[in-house]
């Protein structure tokens, strides 16, 4: 769930084509960047941005400097405004859900924050969901419809278009395998797509990717199967099961690393359930266990002493502990197995500079 902003700012007013944005007294003159945004947008919408708005309440990992703009997306098709306008003037900006699988830089984010809250859905064999819903309670809707589909989704947390961008999955299954269509922003045009315009690979697709066109999912369409509530239930049950019984309570961003898929890396780890050896398949918290990191400690970050693929919050961890937390087990991995374990969890912002200098 989303907390309000502490301190929401006074309506932007702009003044002979320069947006000037009024915040605790302070009046700010917009970049470059930010007045060919606005130029492009109706009023209606430049008066709900924000600045310097912090962006930790808004992770789970609860760690991040701020936004030099914000604006919060109730509505697809602002969602999609926004994005088509921030495209079309190369403006820097993120797509932000529900805030897990990124750990955002102490120093905030440069440019714009387009957090996506839009959550209407239509629930049927055909499924049409907009990008900011959250995927576990699409899977809970689903339920109750009874289609199945979806049961891989309890316990993951964050949004349905958090969940295609990374391709979210568990016990061997991953939201690309349901993709009908999307609704996507790519090259300041709206348009819908096919699945294979995602690229889909494991923990992965063309949006985790550097160097492509800026593009945003505003919607996605699910093909889901009938089925009976019991036995949808039934599978959904165990699969939280296994979830709380290995997951950690602190706060943190999900799966930190990639499991990797290496007949003979399988056969070397210590403890690997039979199933995992024969498929070849080796998760990132037995190669982090075996190297010794569960309890690994950096400042308020922790490797969980319940689960070594997860980098927890203890208690004032900074995004720079976590980065460097996760580059201590990636090194002890790397001398331990000879193997590279590559981030799930997405960095995002602004690492190079120091949270002082990003204020100044």
Same mark, same amino acid.
């Given at each position: 769930m989303l907390c309000p902003l502490a301190s929401a700012p006074r309506a932007p007013v702009t003044h002979a084509g320069r947006l000037t944005l009024a915040m605790q007294s302070a009046t700010v003159i917009a970049q470059p960047?930010?007045?060919?945004?606005?130029?492009?947008?109706?009023?209606?919408?430049?008066?709900?941005?924000?600045?310097?708005?912090?962006l930790s309440p808004f992770t789970t990992l609860r760690v991040g400097g701020r936004a030099d703009l914000y604006f919060r997306a109730e509505a697809a098709d602002d969602l999609a405004l926004v994005a088509a306008a921030a495209q079309r003037t190369r403006t820097p900006y993120l797509l932000l859900g529900g805030g897990s699988n990124v750990c955002v830089a102490d120093a905030g984010i440069r440019g714009l924050v387009l957090h996506n809250a839009c959550r209407r859905r239509e629930v049927g064999p055909i499924t049409r969901a907009d990008s900011g819903h959250s995927f576990m309670r699409l899977f809970l809707e689903s339920l109750r419809a009874e289609l199945s589909g979806l049961e891989f989704a309890v316990g993951i947390p964050g949004t349905l278009g958090g969940a295609l961008v990374s391709n979210a999955g568990a016990y061997?299954?991953?939201?690309?395998?349901?993709?009908?269509?999307?609704d996507v922003v790519e090259r300041g045009e709206r348009t819908s797509v096919g699945p294979e315009?995602?690229?889909?690979?494991?923990?992965?697709?063309? !949006?985790?990717?550097? #160097? =492509?066109?800026? $593009? %945003?999912?505003?919607?996605?369409?699910?093909r889901l199967e009938p089925g009976t509530r019991a036995a949808i239930l039934a599978r959904a049950r165990e699969n939280q099961r296994q979830r709380i019984f290995r997951q950690p309570w602190h706060a943190s961003a999900g799966s930190f690393f990639k499991?990797?898929?290496?007949?003979?890396?399988?056969?070397r780890v210590p403890g690997l359930p039979a199933a995992m050896r024969e498929a070849g398949v080796v998760p990132a918290g037995?190669?982090?266990?075996?190297?010794?990191?569960?309890?690994?400690?950096?400042?308020?970050?922790?490797?969980?002493?319940?689960?070594?693929?997860? !980098?927890?919050?203890? #208690? =004032?961890?900074? $995004? %720079?502990?976590?980065?460097?937390?996760?580059?201590r087990v990636k090194a002890r991995v790397r001398e331990g197995f000879?193997?590279?374990?590559?981030?799930?969890?997405?960095?995002?912002?602004?690492?190079?500079?120091?949270?002082?200098?990003?204020?100044?």
């Open positions: 960047w930010e007045r060919a945004l606005s130029s492009e947008l109706p009023g209606r919408i430049v008066a709900r941005f924000g600045r310097r708005v912090p061997r299954q991953s939201v690309c395998g349901l993709v009908a269509e999307l315009w995602m690229e889909f690979a494991y923990r992965d697709s063309r !949006l985790r990717r550097p #160097g =492509g066109p800026p $593009a %945003a999912i505003v919607a996605a369409t699910l499991n990797l898929e290496d007949a003979a890396l399988a056969e037995y190669l982090s266990a075996a190297c010794g990191c569960k309890g690994l400690r950096v400042g308020g970050a922790q490797v969980s002493q319940r689960h070594g693929n997860f !980098l927890v919050n203890r #208690g =004032g961890a900074t $995004a %720079a502990d976590i980065r460097t937390l996760a580059a000879g193997v590279t374990l590559e981030e799930e969890v997405l960095y995002v912002g602004d690492f190079a500079r120091s949270p002082d200098e990003a204020a100044a």
